[in-house]
């Protein structure tokens, strides 16, 4: 595994060049945790990087169903779908019980992702795949999605506010999509004694580092897709009481 810096708009491409992958891990449309989209000229950067390589782009589009401040953004495997493998699941965007996900591969790998996938678990569960093929096809997904971007929305602009009233020098980021807002700390706070904080409180909340694997500011990663939107503001005054 070779990590690839990002900023805030995804993956750093030039720096890539200068490693020797063969494969790049990528999050366009939502990268996890700063919430940076890949913008057009990335993409294209990108996409000439594998075809000069010979590489292969996996594109994991794990939410990008959920946007609240702007227009969803396209997937990058129709721009080059012989050099992309495209990813998704529906773990995100109906259920985390639902353990069923999806690949759009080259036709080169298909074979070989086959054999692969029936060697490591003889296949995914019939009846899920069959409930929600039915579940696709009647429209229900789509009612799902268009019931569930309000909520998620009331629930990330209640998290902003409460962080801006009683966490005020943290400094969100990525917040326009997905079900998750990365909040940079200032350097007087320590980001795994403010996980701890927050842990006392009853609060659980991940660390940056861990995802990020180097050195950097610190930062904490505040999930609200499961938390009811009247819990955020009681859980943020907790944490601020915690951590002062």
Not at 69 to 94: H, N, V
Not at 103 to 117: C, E, N, T, Y
Not at 168 to 192: K, N, Q, T
Not at 213 to 227: D, E, K, L, R
Request: net charge negative.
């Amino acid at each position: 595994m070779v990590n690839i810096p990002v900023d805030e708009s995804g993956i750093r491409v030039e720096l890539l060049e200068a490693a020797a992958a063969d494969a790049v891990i990528v999050t366009p449309a939502h990268q996890y945790p700063t919430g940076g989209v890949l913008p057009a000229t990335r993409r294209a950067a990108l996409i000439e990087w594998a075809a000069r390589r010979g590489g292969l782009i996996v594109e994991d589009d794990y939410d990008a169903e959920f946007r609240y401040d702007r227009e969803p953004i396209g997937a990058m495997q129709g721009l080059c779908p012989e050099r992309i493998a495209y990813a998704g699941t529906a773990s995100k965007i109906l259920a985390p019980g639902l353990r069923l996900g999806w690949l759009v591969l080259p036709p080169a790998l298909f074979d070989g992702m086959a054999s692969a996938k029936r060697s490591a678990d003889l296949g995914s569960p019939a009846l899920d795949q069959l409930a929600f093929a039915d579940f696709i096809e009647r429209g229900e997904l789509d009612r799902h999605l268009r019931r569930m971007r309000p909520i998620y929305r009331r629930r990330r602009d209640a998290l902003l506010a409460a962080i801006d009233r009683h966490l005020p020098s943290l400094h969100p980021v990525g917040a326009s999509a997905g079900l998750h807002v990365l909040a940079w700390l200032p350097p007087e706070l320590d980001e795994a004694a403010f996980v701890r904080a927050a842990a006392t409180a009853g609060v659980g909340l991940a660390g940056v580092t861990p995802s990020r694997g180097a050195s950097g500011p610190g930062g904490v990663i505040f999930g609200y897709g499961a938390v009811d939107e009247a819990a955020v503001e009681p859980g943020i005054r907790r944490i601020a009481s915690a951590v002062a």
